[in-house]
């Protein structure tokens, strides 16, 4: 079985910095797609960011390009989300995903999911 465990969310300011985490046992995120989804109170699932290691292609929403970055840490099985220059409109639960069986920006093609990590992004 897949287990995916987020970490690293808080409360900041706009303008500052996160780094949250994806932790993933039962499986190794070598060669394998990893996707980043944020919702929102209230709101869809929506996608932050994706790598689509068949590709070797990262992928951002237009929202955050140039804000957000998705970086690996192999020997540790974790894939990291590393968000800069936060807006209010970032506040939400922060999950990874893992078994793409489809597009990256399509919540319900990814097959598991961790628990979420709150971040918070105040005026």
């Known amino acids: 079985a897949v287990q995916l465990v987020e970490s690293g969310g808080g409360s900041v300011q706009a303008g500052g910095s996160l780094r949250l985490a994806c932790t993933a046992s039962?499986?190794?995120?070598?060669?394998?797609?990893i996707g980043w989804y944020r919702q929102a109170p209230g709101n869809e699932r929506e996608v932050v960011a994706a790598?689509?290691?068949?590709?070797?292609?990262?992928f951002y929403a237009d929202s955050v390009r140039g804000r957000f970055a998705i970086s690996q840490d192999h020997t540790e099985n974790t894939v990291y989300l590393q968000m800069n220059n936060l807006k209010p409109e970032y506040t939400g639960v922060y999950y990874c995903?893992?078994?793409?069986?489809?597009?990256?920006?399509?919540?319900?093609?990814?097959?598991?999911w961790g628990q979420g990590t709150q971040v918070t992004v105040s005026s």
């Open positions: 039962g499986f190794t995120f070598d060669g394998s797609d």
């Open positions: 995903a893992s078994e793409l069986r489809g597009t990256w920006n399509h919540p319900g093609d990814w097959g598991d």
């Open positions: 790598i689509v290691n068949r590709n070797g292609n990262t």
